[in-house]
């Protein structure tokens, strides 16, 4: 089974959201508080250690109900069940999709061609905790027999972003080891971090799926050079693993098959850290702690599988999402962990929502008449706040905010942790209500100002508010709460994509730049010669002229 090709537009529940949308587009959000008291007893929905607050958003209980009329509409029951039962979904790539099933209990049965995935993922799960501990006991070691103190993970998109987002969020949960990545073919990059190595008691991770990724290759190749100028060859076995469903070229690469952690082509890169992508993960924080990752995500995908759409997270976050996106005509969504260890979150969110439904052509192959992928962007609170909130605040864009916060803090700083979350809970209070004329009149009289200056500034301070967000608060910063957290997203890009009736796990728009490059560096190099517009010609002549 495949998904069905459903045009939302043609539905009914899409024109009746057209007609709400009318109605609601001019009602401010203290409008609807106030109209229901405990709006948000009803609008929160509380799961394990989740608490998720959508109340401040700009819907009431018709619009939900027309939204959920939607999933009903575009059939995504049917399509979620398609998508854990391992149908081929990815239609254009011929693939099911199946990160789920890594994270799956060892007694489930999931088949791809007839055959049940689950003993092969155990296995090589078997084979990540074996390695994992022998190197952080320091069993395994270096070919002059020191122990490992440094690890390098080369790879980039989802080979790169989801093991280097978790380890940087896992970063309390740390062992000795130091864990850097590689990733851009900049050289730069590469040797800033060979800089700080030592051949002796650094272990090397490759991962690429296809490991054909020139940057990937690019960096692994300049890494083993380098490495072999200060080791014997045979040192190489030691020092130097890969993660890939492509066994012939990791061999032809050198490395051989003791060392190779394979993957399957169900598992999406952009979804694939809960794989052997994630073996810098469980080198990083222990296997102990990798488990728990997928647990905590296994736990999301049973309550997204499981519990009815008007309590189910992922099911609400991605209809507000479109909501906003197809209605409201918003551009962009902004994610802001109130958690320094969040860092990268926003930046790792930003591949798995833009390069899954970043997509134009729906399931029938028709162009869509109606907007698709949102625009992922954020950075952590309260950074933030002093960075780009303004425009959130007072700019002329609408830009709904997920918050995601922690309660409990990890280093237990109760003076920080209360700033920070004063921070984290005042900034949805403030996007929601504003500040009125009234308000600043107030202020002003306090400080004694003058008429014309009074007259001057009112504009100025005043915070139209209506901003809407959601808050994702949950108990403390875990493997397994990050697992949650993670496998929520991974499952509102599900959603998103059965209501836009789009393909959302291939990739071809990455292809068309790659393949210029190819061409390009062939020109650099005078083996071949192009023609080009006269800007590009032109670019490219400038970089012949100036490169070193
Ligand atoms: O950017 C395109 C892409 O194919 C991503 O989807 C993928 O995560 C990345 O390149 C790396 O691919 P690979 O793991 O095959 O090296």
Known sequence: MTLPSINPEKLSSWSKLKERYDILKDVHLKTLFSKEASRADKMTIQWE??????????????????????????????????????????ETEKRAVLHTALRAPKTAEVFVDGENVIPEVYRVKEQIKEFSEAIIKGDLKGHTGKPFTHIVNIGIGGSDLGPAMVVDALSYYKNHLTTYFVSNVDGDHVHEVIKKLDPETTLFVIVSKTFTTQETL?????????????????????????????????????????????????????????????????????????????????????????????????????????WYNNFFGAETEAIIPYSQYLNQFATYLQQGIMESNGKTIDRNGNKVGYQTGTIIWGEPGTNSQHAFFQLIHQGTKLIPVDFIGFAEALHGDRDHQDKLMSNFIAQT????????????????????????????????????GNKPTNTIFIKRLTPESLGKLIALYEHKIFVQGVVWNIFSYDQFGVELGKQLANVILKEFSGQSESLHDNSTMNIINFYKKSRN
């Not at 989740?50 to 575009?74: C, G, M, W």
């Not at 209070?429 to 002003?444: P, Q, R, W």
Request: glycine letters at 4%; zero cysteines; hydrophobic letters at 40%.
């Open 49 to 90: 250690d989740f608490y998720v607050d959508y109340s401040k958003n700009r819907i009431d209980a018709e619009t939900l109900q027309l939204l959920f009329e939607l999933t009903k509409e575009t059939k995504l029951k049917e399509a979620i069940e398609s998508y854990f039962t391992g149908d081929v979904i990815n």
């Open 218 to 322: 690019s960096n692994a190749t300049t890494i083993r050079n380098w490495f072999l100028k200060a080791a014997p060859e045979n040192a190489v076995s030691k020092h130097f693993v890969a993660v890939s469903t492509n066994l012939e070229k990791v061999k032809e690469f050198g490395i051989s098959e003791a060392n190779i952690f394979p993957m399957w082509d169900w598992v999406g890169g952009r979804f694939s850290l809960w794989s052997a992508v994630g073996l810098s993960i469980s080198l990083s924080v222990g296997y102990e702690n990798f488990e728990h990752l997928l647990s905590g995500a296994n736990k999301m995908d049973d309550h997204f599988r499981t519990t009815p759409f008007e309590t189910n997270i992922p099911v609400v976050l991605a209809l507000l999402s479109v």
């Open 429 to 464: 209070e403030a996007l929601m209500n504003g500040k009125t004329e009234a308000e600043v009149l107030e202020e002003f009289k306090k400080q004694n100002l003058s008429q014309s200056t009074v007259e001057k500034l009112l504009p100025y301070k005043v915070f139209e």
